[in-house]
């Protein structure tokens, strides 16, 4: 295989992983910006790697039962 060639393939590969990535964070944001979710734990593990991958923090309240 030329070396060219697999440069290309492999450009090719890390921008669709890249774009992959890109459109999965914009999904879960747009999710949780319409359910106003964010003053709740992340309910899935795609919301929960959102969040830790922006940085976004958030205090969770525990209800006491008083």
């Known amino acids: ?13 890390l921008t669709g992983a890249v774009l992959v990535a890109f459109v999965m964070l914009t ?3 747009r999710v949780e910006d ?3 979710s964010m003053a709740h734990p992340p309910r899935t593990h795609t919301e929960a790697a959102t969040r ?3 940085g976004v923090h958030a205090r969770y309240r525990r209800s006491t039962g008083y």
């Open 1 to 13: 295989m030329d070396v060219p060639l697999f440069i290309v393939f492999l450009a090719l590969f």
């Open 27 to 29: 999904v879960s944001i």
């Open 34 to 36: 319409r359910r106003m």
């Open 52 to 54: 830790r991958l922006l």
